[in-house]
């Protein structure tokens, strides 16, 4: 991964699809949300956390060869120069290119990065070929899981860079919605009381960050139905909830304050529209609202007199409900009201998909967490400081790439990822 988070380690890579085909499915994904855009689209880089869409392809693909090619001493890397450019944080393999510049790097061109991973495609496919190997097959399916988490920053990093630019160009059409009804009432459903397990069960892959698998504790709790949506979070705004600093941690209010924060990002100063990866759109009341950082969201939460959820209680929450909402998949590519059909298992609702929840929890390590040796456990443990976890996944996460046990994980003043809100309480 690239911002201020972890490429974790995998720990288990059982049921998973090593084949060459589905590597390839994989890598074609990241290539297919690149259709329609220009050379210049994938160049520029809006912000230091941002990167561009070429960066990202070629940080995906670099990631393979340092990784998984690299492991044959005999592999000899065509662009031996682009080690330095495209390696993200990985101290323990060299040093890198400044971040805040990558959208300096005019060249490689995107021809040259879109060579480079038809190469790195053929020389892994080559070794899927060949034969059985455990740890070969690890390490790829490490690497597409970082593939996928890649997509959605690329989707991300485009919407900033096209909501900085005036004419407020749009990614794609939107897709038509699902019909809008009234809105689901909000309601608070018991969650679980006592020791409870947490944690990856071992059925799948899962990053390291979620293990190992433990007891905690749950007191009386109770945890939303629905999402919050535009239309409550419009009332807190109203409500001058931007401008009360009882409602907010210190941090927060800080950060209100030098950022000038007065709504969602994205949003127009007239509350009734904002920009979407489909360019301008009429606020849609009844949809999740995001773009939230972990301090608006909290700050929501205080004066709705409720709290977010800990990580615990959403994990076991979500512990056996299907993997199904609003997911990449659906290519929305922005969060959908509710319809009348939207699937529920015991009265929750958009646990998966639409927005990343952000919950009351500091991203730290599990109890008994150990990093895993060499390059890649560089990253397992050393962000983890100074963030917050967010759970269920967005409308730009692949569906194969979330699950119950998954923790994302954010500084608390990030905006730009699909970040909203499920309200949690004491019971
Ligand atoms: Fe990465």
Redesign the pocket.
Known sequence: ??RHRT?NAPIVAAQADHSAGHFLRVRQKTMDLCAGLGAEDLLVQSMPDASPGKW?LA??SW?FEQFVLQRDIGYRSPHPEWHYLFN?YYQTVGPMHARPQRGLLSRPTLDEVRSYRQHIDAAVSELLVRGNDPELAALVELGLQ?EQ??QE?LLTDLKHAFWCNPLRPAYRKAIARAPTTSPEPLRFLAGCEGIVDVGDRGAGFAFDNETPRHREWLSAHAIANRLVTNAEYTDFVRDGGYRAPTLWLSDGWATVQREGWQHPLYWQPDLASEFTLAGMSALEPHAPVCHLSYFEADAFARWAGARLPTEAEWETAAAGLPISGNLMDQRHFHPQALSQHSETTNGLLQMYGDVWEWTASPYVSYPGFKPLPGSLGEYNGKFMCGQWVLRGGSCVTPREHIRASYRNFFPPSARWQFAGIRLGRDE
């Open positions: 991964m690239d490429m990202h940080h995906t990631f993200s970082h988490q890649h920053l």
